[in-house]
């Protein structure tokens, strides 16, 4: 009995000893706290300043909003006080187009001669004989011709025959929007860095 008696006091008192020692070494293990608090305020730093960004954003908008509306009402205003002129005297002549105005006297300044409107024959690599045939096939503009295919440039010159064949049109209808559009610097760069018309 007097042996059953000291087991009863040694086995709680190694159990005891064993749990004191690993709660120590459990509780040395994590004394390492992380601290995230630099980190966290950052952070609602830069969530402050971005409410605060949208803030200002959500007033600018408001604002564009209200002057767009202002813009909407004075442009309806301005609609109905327009006077619509006559059918006939909106139609475009057959030597003006509706959209772009030829200006002459800066044709005249790029090039240091008179420029007709309309002329084909400034797009280089069109003589006065092309251009007669582009006039057979009612190419008459510099839009019309602008707005013509390579393909249908070469099908003009197939029409006056052998002699024309040779010509090359992949640049024409280029230079002929160029010459439409009124950019006479850019069609007389293009011309002096491309002899011939040639691409």
């Not at 767009?68 to 327009?82: F, G, I, N, P, Q």
Request: proline fraction near 4%.
């Amino acid at each position: 009995m007097e042996n059953t008696n000291i087991w009863c006091w040694i086995i709680p008192a190694l159990v005891g000893i064993i749990c004191a020692i690993l709660g120590y070494l459990l509780g040395k293990g994590n004394k390492d706290i992380i601290d995230n608090s630099e980190d966290l305020q950052l952070w609602k730093d830069k969530n402050s300043k971005l409410t605060t960004d949208k803030d200002q954003l959500t007033a600018k908008n408001t604002q564009l909003q209200a002057d767009l509306d202002t813009c909407r009402a004075k442009a309806k205003e301005a609609a109905k006080a327009v006077v619509t002129p006559p059918v006939a005297a909106m139609a475009p002549t057959p030597t003006q187009d509706a959209g772009i105005a030829f200006d002459a006297a800066a044709a005249k300044a790029v090039f240091g001669k008179k420029v007709k409107q309309d002329d084909l024959k400034l797009v280089e690599g069109i003589g006065p004989k092309i251009e007669g045939l582009f006039h057979t096939f009612d190419i008459k503009t510099w839009k019309a011709l602008s707005e013509a295919t390579v393909a249908k440039c070469q099908e003009v010159l197939n029409s006056g025959g052998e002699r024309y064949r040779i010509h090359d049109p992949s640049s024409w209808p280029m230079q002929a929007k160029m010459c439409y559009e009124g950019k006479w610097a850019d069609l007389q760069k293009w011309q002096s860095e491309h002899k011939h018309g040639k691409l």
